[in-house]
């Protein structure tokens, strides 16, 4: 008896120590499956990949969502532009004024525009709501990484790597957000311009944004000819910039600036700013930065 309880405490011991077993993908949810680029979802749901996917589109949009209510989950497979080169003018995963939209777990290479949930800025209706981009890893985008125009949208979650390069001249930007849109727990890693460029690349913007919170993102690597932005919230926001870990090089860029020079309605607290760079500009300063240079 004493052996079989021994003999039952030892496997006890060795099933409570055994690594865990990943949970295998699962598409029991999927509406339907993207199986080729470039490719249109005009039906509400949730549409996969289950494979990498690429393209050598130079202009247009390998998946474009022309519906509301849809959920795009790449389960980690790749949407891949790189053949297009640094003139490419495609996006890799679009929408136009569509609500509740969700892109999700997606590798997206090489576009001018990584992920663009936009809003019709031409003829302005009232911004779409409700779309999410979360945990994916957006690489190589020549222009901006990610882009979400929407009310109650969050970014969130995603890993911005390697923007920039565009051959147009417009200002690289990782992620882009306008309205009402929380920016949360995101990675910037790596912005650079042409060699001949002077135009300054923002790691993080967010335009008319009222009451969004924009905290624990970690930008770094932030390069330029000229000067640069760690966070820019632009003129029309009353937001809250908290708790980012930001570093910046040179000491003529800013780590957080402000589009309201005087009388800024957003909050710029408990932030820790890293690098020659580390000042904030324009924001009101709720204290609780650290600045150890």
């Not at 199986?35 to 039906?43: D, E, G, K, L, Y």
């Not at 125009?149 to 001249?169: A, E, K, P, R």
Request: with cysteine; proline share 4%.
């Amino acid at each position: 008896m004493k052996t079989v309880i021994l003999f039952l405490l030892a496997l006890f011991t060795i099933c409570a120590w055994a690594p865990p077993v990943a949970a295998a993908e699962s598409y029991d949810n999927c509406t339907g499956y993207v199986t080729s680029v470039p490719a249109v979802i005009t039906t509400s749901g949730t549409w996969c990949l289950n494979k990498d996917l690429s393209t050598s589109i130079s202009s247009g949009t390998a998946i474009s969502i022309n519906a509301n209510n849809v959920t795009l989950n790449c389960n980690d497979f790749k949407i891949g532009g790189l053949a297009a080169g640094l003139g490419t003018a495609a996006v890799g995963v679009g929408s136009m004024q569509r609500s509740n939209v969700t892109v999700r777990r997606c590798n997206v290479r090489g576009f001018l525009m990584g992920i663009s949930l936009a809003h019709n800025s031409v003829t302005p209706p009232a911004p779409p709501s409700g779309n999410v981009i979360e945990a994916n890893r957006v690489d190589g985008s020549t222009w901006i990484g990610i882009d979400i125009g929407s009310d109650g949208g969050q970014v969130t979650g995603n890993i911005v790597t390697n923007t920039g390069g565009n051959l147009q001249g417009s200002n690289p930007m990782a992620i882009q957000t306008s309205f009402g849109t929380d920016i949360i727990g995101n990675v910037v890693d790596g912005m650079f311009v042409d060699a001949q460029s002077t135009v300054p690349p923002y790691a993080i913007v967010s335009w008319n944004n009222l009451g969004g919170s924009i905290s624990g993102n970690r930008i770094r690597s932030v390069t330029s000819n000229s000067w640069a932005n760690g966070i820019f919230v632009a003129s029309g926001s009353a937001a809250a910039v908290a708790e980012n870990t930001i570093h910046i090089s040179s000491p003529s860029d800013s780590s957080i600036a402000c589009g309201d020079e005087s009388g800024s309605q957003t909050v710029v607290a408990r932030n820790i700013l890293l690098g020659a760079g580390s000042a904030i500009t324009g924001c009101f300063d709720g204290g609780g930065n650290v600045t150890p240079l």
